[in-house]
């Protein structure tokens, strides 16, 4: 069974500063999808970043990017530029590459809080 | 349409009461998905069809029944409910095959059981 583990329960930062969340993964496979997803407080879960596994570079969507080190099962969210709207829950997630088969595998998530 | 539309948004109901929650997606999505999630807590997978047909129930209490009519619409059917089943239930879909294992969801139910 795969696992995903988010060691950081909270983090907090500045508006316009960097933030770096952490998540690391368990898994026998080697086809498989990478994902943060964020829940405000308005409970909607948001992709707001994906990542292939067979795929070596790094994803980026705007200010959000990921560094995906596959030896050593770590998957991390930068957050450039934080603004206010960023506060959130972030919740790391795997998804086996059966096509969506077995749902994702959340991890426990962080909370983000940006301070004005 | 890009949406994944869950109704009600609020759920009060007695531990007695029969009621139903509602999924509707109009993406094509092949999969659908029950998720429960408990304050500050990652969300649980409960169920997952896949072209209709129950392809994953994890060992859910028969309490929840769920239902897929047909490739748009998911029901989870609520009976004899316990106070600890009050949390936010999530409902998601997802093109399956196209193998991008991303889920879309609804902003969720949220169910209080008195």
Same mark, same amino acid.
């Given at each position: 069974a795969q696992t995903v583990t988010q060691s950081q329960p909270e983090m907090s930062v500045q508006e316009a500063e960097t933030v770096t969340l952490s998540c690391t993964y368990d898994t026998s496979e080697s086809d498989y999808y990478l994902f943060w997803y964020k829940q405000p407080p308005s409970r909607q879960m948001i992709l707001v970043i994906r990542q292939e596994a067979y795929k070596q570079q790094n994803a980026t969507e705007n200010r959000f990017s990921v560094n995906f080190q596959k030896a050593a099962k770590s998957f991390s969210l930068k957050i450039s530029d934080?603004?206010? %709207? /960023?506060a959130a829950m972030y919740f790391c997630a795997y998804s086996s590459g059966? %096509? %969506?088969? /077995?749902g994702l595998t959340f991890g426990k998530g962080t909370h983000l809080i940006i301070q004005p | 349409d890009t949406e994944v539309t869950q109704t009600p948004k609020h759920l009060v109901m007695g531990m007695t009461n029969k009621k139903s929650l509602k999924c509707e997606q #109009?993406?094509? #999505?092949?999969a659908m998905y029950w998720y429960k999630q408990k304050a500050k807590k990652p969300p649980e997978l409960m169920f997952v069809y896949s072209y209709e047909k129950l392809s994953i129930n994890e060992s859910v209490p028969s309490r929840f029944s769920p239902e897929c009519p047909n490739s748009s619409l998911l029901n989870l059917h609520l009976h004899a409910l316990q106070p600890e089943d009050s949390a936010l239930y999530l409902c998601a879909s997802s093109p399956r095959g196209a193998n991008t294992g991303e889920l879309f969801f609804g902003e969720g139910s949220r169910l209080t059981v008195l």
């Open positions: 934080s603004q206010l %709207g /960023d059966r %096509g %969506g088969a /077995d | #109009h993406m094509g #999505h092949r």
